[in-house]
């Protein structure tokens, strides 16, 4: 049992920055990976970032890479995507997900929408003038 709510999406301009979060609650949910995905409209699911249990692990899109940070927070309860220089290409709904990990020091996260098992119900950023 696992439930993650997204918050801290809106509407911001070209070249502005927000902040998602990502809440994780219920029984040991300190024990997953977590990976931030977005969807735009007639567009596939995309995984843009992930970061692992204890946070060693990170991987970006090259779409995100450089502007995009990931980043735990509460004792790995909270998940942070800081966006910055944010473009109209960002549009779209913004999701986190959850793995199931084991503690490894050897653990590389993925961005692959089959490898996690919870979603939260996502939160929306647009990015216009």
């Known amino acids: 049992q696992l439930q993650l709510v997204e918050s801290g999406g809106g509407l911001v301009q070209p070249g502005g920055s927000l902040r998602l979060s990502c809440a994780a609650s219920?029984?040991?949910?300190?024990?997953?990976?977590i990976g931030w995905f977005r969807q735009a409209p007639g567009k596939e699911r995309e995984g843009i970032s992930c970061?692992?249990?204890?946070?060693?692990?990170?991987d970006y899109a090259d779409s995100v890479k450089g502007r995009f940070t990931i980043s735990r927070a509460h004792a790995g309860k909270t998940v942070y995507l800081q966006m910055n220089r944010l473009t109209p290409e960002d549009t779209a709904v913004y999701y986190c997900?959850?793995?199931?990990?084991?503690?490894?020091?050897?653990?590389?996260?993925?961005?692959?929408?089959?490898?996690?098992?919870?979603w939260g119900q996502g939160t929306q950023v647009t990015v216009s003038s």
């Open positions: 997900a959850a793995k199931h990990q084991i503690l490894s020091q050897r653990y590389q996260c993925k961005r692959e929408v089959n490898e996690y098992d919870y």
């Open positions: 219920g029984f040991m949910s300190d024990y997953y990976a």
């Open positions: 970061i692992s249990r204890g946070g060693g692990s990170t």
